[in-house]
């Protein structure tokens, strides 16, 4: 398996885009976690999936934020319209219960302009 | 509400000597917690774990210390290397409840020679 994959690795957009970013994750695994990388808060739970169902968004900062799960292999976390303090690095991971260790992809570094 | 917290957003240490990373967590409820090691530019990687039953664990030069009692736990890196240098990230998840796996803020480790 080729791990976690996330998409775009970078994306530059400008204040007010729609901005979507991808992630695939291992096959057989049954949760997927989004984070958000910040200085102040390290890594910062945003929303999880258990078998495609979100069972925790709490940690989504606003509603200009929004995850979803079509399907066991991909998930997309959408921020519309965008703003320059969503700039960070966003991480995807996914885990197959009952083991404990997150497998996490390599990041989109977001900037927003 | 950082359930996880790591207070020393850095370490230094002099290479081959012991490296210690400390974090402390408010929920009694975690059962499992993990180490993550993370170099720039890269997704987090597993490290090591430990479950809530035990109070170490151990493998190879790192070894993770957990007191239930004092909500603390520590990771020890001995001898150190250079090629530790990066960031070590704490993280708890309490599979028998809410299924969060939540993270600290990390602590900079870096190896001098």
């Given at each position: 398996d080729a791990g976690v994959i996330q998409s775009p690795r970078h994306e530059v957009t400008e204040m007010g885009q729609e901005v979507t970013l991808r992630c695939k994750p291992i096959s057989g695994h049954d949760y997927l976690f989004w984070y958000r990388q910040t200085m102040m808060?390290?890594?910062?739970?945003?929303?999880?999936?258990?078998?495609?169902?979100?069972?925790?968004?709490?940690?989504?900062?606003?509603?200009?934020?929004?995850?979803?799960?079509?399907?066991?292999?991909?998930?997309?976390?959408?921020?519309?319209?965008?703003?320059p303090r969503d700039s960070a690095v966003y991480f995807c991971a996914s885990v197959r219960a009952p083991n404990t260790e997150a497998f996490f992809g390599q990041g989109t570094r977001l900037t927003v302009v | 509400d950082q359930q996880v917290k790591q207070n020393s957003p850095s370490l230094s240490v002099q290479e081959g000597r012991i490296s210690i990373l400390n974090c402390d967590y408010t929920n009694s409820m975690f059962d499992y917690?993990?180490?993550y090691k993370k170099y720039p530019a890269e997704g987090p990687t597993f490290l090591i774990s430990i479950s809530s039953i035990k109070d170490k664990n151990e493998?190879?030069?790192?070894t993770v210390f957990l007191n239930k009692s004092a909500k603390h736990l520590s990771l020890h890196i001995v001898p150190s290397q250079p090629g530790d240098s990066a960031v070590y990230f704490c993280a708890a998840i309490d599979w028998g409840g809410a299924q969060k796996l939540v993270f600290g803020q990390g602590t900079r480790l870096t190896i001098n020679p």
């Open positions: 808060r390290g890594l910062e739970l945003l929303i999880y999936f258990n078998n495609n169902v979100p069972i925790d968004d709490s940690g989504m900062p606003e509603d200009r934020f929004s995850a979803k799960m079509p399907n066991a292999s991909f998930s997309t976390l959408k921020i519309q319209p965008s703003e | 917690f993990l180490w493998d190879g030069r790192f």
